[in-house]
């Protein structure tokens, strides 16, 4: 019985490790399904609009049932914060990582996106909602975590060196060599560069901006479904001023049909409804560092699925990778013991009192 007991509480307690792990083999299938759907000649602005729409139709009747019962009043001042929040993470940053990927590299894309969680880490600290403590290990442990996983994400994207010869399982395959870096401009170059820096600012907004609302409207699922909805809108009079192509919007039984609904039912409403719950019990920073994982995941099915050969300069960044985002948990896992163990006498000396 006590084994049972303890084996729940271990559970209990690594839940959120077990959702970010998740979200980001998610995460994974939704850039490859993505790629598959944009190669087929979808446009991105219209990809964004039926993924939120299926998004929104999917949470609808979850959030009605299951949440129906919840006291969470919506007051006008509510709607208009959860608003502009979906106009900064999810409308904005999407839009602005396809725009970005026309004037730079996908390599580029990929690599940048690996900065949301030290952008998110800084924007917390500015806001004081993360704590920096250089007189503890912790506060050591999470600085120099957070600068060791953002510079193996990055030489996992960018160093390849010799390809792994064990792990190529097509011999035969020609690499079609893609440089999209040398075709754009070095204004283009910038001006990409400008567009993703932009996109992961305002996805760490979001993260960052998940904790404050989900404090005033603890309805999770009809949080993510607002949000969803918001978004939806918002980008559809986005795509409308941009695209002016009525084909541009037919959707058949095809690759993109299933892209939508993977990236709108799986990606938009499950997936953020399980990181609004994560940043709810560990902060935004910790789910933030979990985002370089889908990378090396993205690489290992593109391996396979792509013909994409791996090297050993990914392999290298991985394990930097690694080794950093193990040391931003440990210190963030230590940190958070301590401050439980403060309330705790802290509670002790008030009941003695």
């Keep these: 019985m006590k084994s049972l007991l303890g084996c729940a509480l271990v559970m209990e307690r690594h839940k959120p490790y077990i959702a970010m792990l998740f979200i980001q ?21 219209v990809f964004v609009v039926y993924r939120q729409a299926f998004a929104s139709l999917a949470l609808a009747p ?12 919506l007051s006008y001042t509510l709607l208009c914060k ?18 970005a990927i026309n004037y730079t590299s996908a390599t580029f ?8 969680p030290a952008i ?13 403590s250089m007189k503890h290990l912790y506060g050591v442990a999470k ?19 010799p390809s792994i010869k064990f792990m190529n399982w097509y011999p ?30 305002a996805w760490s907004l979001w993260l960052i901006l998940q904790g404050p609302i989900v404090k005033q409207y603890p309805a999770k699922l009809r949080l993510t479904n607002l949000q969803c909805f918001f978004s939806c809108i918002q980008s559809s009079f986005l795509a409308i001023a941009i695209e002016r192509n009525p084909s541009a919007w037919k959707i058949g039984w095809d690759i993109h049909l299933l892209s939508v609904f993977y990236c709108g039912v799986i990606v938009t409403g499950i997936t953020y409804w399980l990181q609004v719950w994560a940043i709810e019990k560990k902060g935004p920073v910790f789910t933030a560092m979990f985002t370089p994982l889908a990378l ?8 396979i699925m792509w013909k994409e050969a791996l090297h050993w300069g990914s392999i290298g960044g991985g394990v930097l990778l690694v080794v950093g985002l193990y040391s931003v948990l440990w210190g963030k896992d230590k940190e958070d013991r301590k401050s439980e163990e403060s309330e705790q006498k802290q509670e002790s000396k008030e009941e003695v009192i």
């Design 120 to 132: 998110t880490f800084v924007m917390a600290v500015l806001l004081r909602m993360e704590s920096i």
């Design 172 to 201: 035969s395959h020609h690499q079609t060599q893609i440089s999209d870096s040398s075709s754009s401009s070095r204004g283009d170059w910038i001006k990409g560069s400008l567009f993703m820096i932009s996109a992961n600012t």
């Design 62 to 73: 979850f959030a009605f049932f299951f949440e129906s019962s919840k006291d969470a009043p």
């Design 109 to 116: 894309a990929a690599a940048t996106t690996t900065t949301i």
């Design 82 to 99: 959860i608003f502009f929040i979906s106009l900064s993470g999810i409308t904005l940053s999407l839009n602005l990582y396809y725009v």
């Design 143 to 161: 600085v120099l975590g957070s600068l060791t996983s953002l510079s193996g994400a990055l030489v996992f994207a960018l160093v390849k060196g």
């Design 296 to 303: 090396i995941i993205t690489a290992i099915f593109s391996a």
């Design 25 to 45: 083999f998610v995460y994974a299938g939704m850039a490859l399904f993505s790629k598959a759907a944009m190669a087929k000649g979808m446009n991105p602005y």
